[in-house]
């Protein structure tokens, strides 16, 4: 006899969103998590009344009205509009590539003048198949912008030369020739009110949820606790690394109070200089528009990842992506465990992807009711 309908590996996003949808159809879930926290990589941690995005910034967009109006049952949100700015040798830019960055880079004024410029640049560079990530970008949008704004962030974040990266990691680059600072285009945007723990204590809300608790240590004890799993770690790991591990880029994270009221006037900063160790500083008060006489800003470092670290990207080359195939095909024999979120799916996610993804497979496990 099992005590539960679900046994739910994760309490991020994609478990989170599962097991209300499980709890809201009637059946019994546990949710299980290893860090002493719900919420996964979407975690605020208060600090002085300001809310730290812990594993690095988290700004909610989509398109899709279904999945707003399903998170909006839990939280409100903000106004919140992502406009992040990139620093180069003390020189300020604004992102993502538009008229005003490309007015700061080369002075010019109109959408012509700006297209003319980097028209030109690609024409000197007469690059007609890209070998690699340098010759992409520069063949997309010239050589000043490769060089100042995404030569050295890239470096930083792979930790590779941007010659030995393949070129389809930056296969399309948003260029716009409007003064329009908006990162996203999407139709909704915003900061939950309150931080991003709420959301998820919403989504939790009445589910019973195992903090500081691990799966693999109690692997024969959780398994039958209930007839369906829903596993939302690294699928290597599930499997016992059989066919070897995937790759993933980490993050190594400096948080620091200053007892002044505004240190960037921003969200987030990138410095794309190869010489400045992190990749960006965020400033968290900015994304709820806090009036607290202190602040908190957060240091960002690219690392390689190593057991023991937070995977963050996975490294979607040929290589890895072959051996996640090998575990995908061993997971579809699996038809009691559902795999779900970016760490079992292998792919980079945004947050309203994994919403979706687990909607799309609570509403497809709902039909074998």
Not at 200 to 218: K, P
């Amino acid at each position: 006899m099992h005590s539960y309908d679900y046994l739910i590996v994760g309490a991020g996003l994609f478990g989170a969103v599962f097991a209300r949808e499980m709890t809201n159809a009637g059946k019994k879930c546990l949710v299980i998590d290893r860090r002493p926290h719900i919420g996964g990589n979407t975690y605020c941690k208060e600090i002085e009344g300001i809310n730290v995005h812990w594993y690095g910034p988290h700004i909610f967009h989509t398109n899709d009205k279904e999945i707003w109006d399903y998170v909006n049952q839990f939280v409100s949100f903000n106004h919140y509009i992502h406009a992040p700015t990139a620093i180069f040798q003390g020189k300020v830019y604004n992102l993502p590539f538009n008229m005003n960055t490309f007015h700061q880079m080369w002075g010019v004024i109109t959408p012509e003048e700006a297209q003319a410029k980097i028209q030109e640049q690609i024409r000197e560079a007469g690059i007609t198949q890209p070998r690699n990530l340098e010759e992409q970008a520069i063949s997309l949008v010239g050589r000043d912008i490769f060089e100042k704004l995404i030569k050295g962030y890239t470096e930083k974040q792979w930790g590779k030369s941007c010659k030995e990266l393949p070129p389809f990691i930056i296969k399309r680059l948003p260029v716009r020739f409007t003064y329009d600072n908006n990162y996203f285009n999407d139709r909704y945007q915003g900061i939950p009110i309150g931080g991003y723990n709420r959301l998820t204590e919403g989504l939790l809300a009445g589910i019973e949820v195992r903090l500081n608790t691990d799966y693999f240590s109690e692997k024969s004890y959780f398994d039958q606790l209930a007839p369906k799993i829903v596993y939302t770690g690294k699928i290597d790991e599930f499997f016992d690394y059989r066919f070897g591990e995937l790759e993933y880029r980490s993050l190594r994270f400096e948080h620091e109070i200053l007892e002044k009221e505004n240190f960037q006037g921003n969200a987030q900063v990138n410095y794309t200089d190869v010489n400045v160790p992190y990749t960006r500083i965020v400033e968290h008060k900015h994304f709820e528009f806090g009036r607290q006489p202190i602040t908190v800003i957060t240091r960002e470092y690219s690392k390689k990842w190593q057991k023991g670290d937070e995977p963050y990207y996975p490294i979607n080359d040929e290589k890895n992506n072959a051996i996640f195939k090998k575990y995908e095909t061993l997971a579809q024999s699996l038809p009691h465990v559902i795999f779900g979120g970016r760490l079992a799916e292998y792919r980079y996610y945004d947050m309203h992807q994994i919403i979706g993804s687990a909607l799309v497979k609570a509403r497809k496990e709902k039909m074998s009711f």
